[in-house]
C-alpha cells in the first residue's frame, strides 16, 4: 500500500533530534524522501545542549531504514546564504521539494521581558521567525519554479497562541509565526502552495526539559527535578496526558503534508492538550 506522501520530497529544519526527527521519521515511513537540516552544535544563549552531528546521523540512519533516500546538511537558519545552499544541494541530490517543514527552533532564557538582554531576544527571534522566513525564502521559489504545488508547514506553539510568562521573545515569535504564515498562505495560494502553522503544547524535548525550566516552575526548590513539576505541566492541559509526544505532532504534519489536507491554508493546527485555550 503507497504511503501517504509516498513520491514526495519533504525538507525538514531542525531535524537532528526532537521533533524534528519525528517528522522525517514519520515522513519517511508515509513514503517521502527528506532532506534534513540542522545547525549541529550550541546555540549562545540557550541553556541547554545543542543539537550534534551524531544526532543528525541518528535521523538519517533512522529514514534510511524506511528504504527513503535522505540528504543531510548542516545549516544555521540564521544564515540565508549557507541555508539557501543546503536546500539547494539537497533539492539537486532529489530532484524536486515537494513539502517544507520549517521546524528549527529554540527556548531561551526564562525572566522577565525586560530582563532579555539584546542577545536573548535575538538569538531565539533570529531562529524562531527570521530563520522561518529564510526557510520559505529558500524554499517556495523552489516550488513555484516545479509549478507542482506543495505543502509549508510551520512549527508554531501554543504559545503562539496564548501569552506565557516568562518568554516573551519565544511567545513573540511563534505569534509572529501565525501571521506570516497567513501572509504567506495568500502571498503563494495562486501557485497552489498551502501554508499552515501547527502548535505543539509540553513536548518532552530538550527545548522543555531542563534545570531552567525546572527553577522557573518550582522556585521553592533548590533544585527541582522533572517530577517536581509535573502538577504544573498537567494544569496546562485540558485533556488529561501531561505531555504530548512528538510523534503526536509528527501525526499532525503528515496530515498538513499529505494531499489529505489539500483544501487547507492558513491554518492554525493546534496538538497541545488543549492548552492553548485551557
Excluded at 521519521?25 to 534534513?36: F, S
Excluded at 522566513?133 to 508547514?153: L, R
Aim: proline fraction near 3%; aromatic fraction near 6%; charge should be negative.
Amino acid at each position: 500500500m503507497a504511503g501517504l506522501v509516498a513520491g514526495k520530497v519533504a525538507l525538514i529544519t531542525g531535524a537532528a533530534r526532537g521533533q524534528g526527527r519525528a517528522h522525517a521519521v514519520r515522513l519517511a515511513e508515509e513514503g517521502a524522501d527528506i532532506i534534513a537540516i540542522d545547525v549541529c552544535r550550541p546555540i549562545e544563549t540557550i541553556p541547554y545542549e545543542g543539537a550534534t552531528e551524531a544526532d543528525l546521523a541518528e535521523t538519517v540512519r533512522l529514514v534510511e531504514s524506511f528504504d527513503r533516500r535522505v540528504e543531510a546538511r548542516q545549516a544555521d537558519v540564521r544564515d540565508f546564504a549557507a541555508l539557501k545552499a543546503a536546500v539547494d544541494e539537497g533539492v539537486a541530490a532529489l530532484g524536486k521539494l515537494d513539502v517544507v517543514v520549517a521546524n528549527a527552533g529554540v527556548m531561551g532564557k526564562l525572566v522577565k521581558a525586560w530582563e532579555l538582554s539584546e542577545e536573548d531576544w535575538d538569538v531565539t527571534v533570529g531562529i524562531n521567525l527570521t530563520g522561518v522566513w529564510h526557510t520559505v525564502k529558500a524554499t517556495i521559489p523552489q516550488m513555484i519554479a516545479q509549478g507542482t504545488g506543495g505543502s509549508v508547514i510551520i512549527t508554531s506553539s501554543m504559545a503562539g497562541l496564548r501569552g506565557i510568562a516568562n518568554i516573551a521573545n519565544y511567545s513573540a515569535a511563534k505569534h509572529g509565526l501565525v501571521g506570516l504564515s497567513r501572509t504567506l498562505a495568500k502571498d503563494a495560494g495562486e501557485y497552489g502552495i498551502r501554508v499552515n502553522t501547527v502548535h505543539p503544547g509540553s513536548i518532552p524535548t530538550k527545548l522543555l526539559l531542563h534545570d531552567t525550566l525546572y527553577r522557573m516552575f518550582r522556585p521553592d526548590l533548590d533544585e527541582p527535578k522533572l517530577e517536581d513539576c509535573l502538577d504544573t505541566f498537567n494544569a496546562l492541559n485540558i485533556l488529561p496526558d501531561t505531555f504530548q509526544q512528538p510523534e503526536d505532532v509528527a501525526n499532525a504534519v503528515l496530515w498538513l503534508a499529505s494531499d489529505l489536507s489539500r483544501m487547507t491554508t492558513a491554518a492554525t493546527l493546534t496538538v497541545d492538550g488543549g492548552s492553548a485555550f485551557s
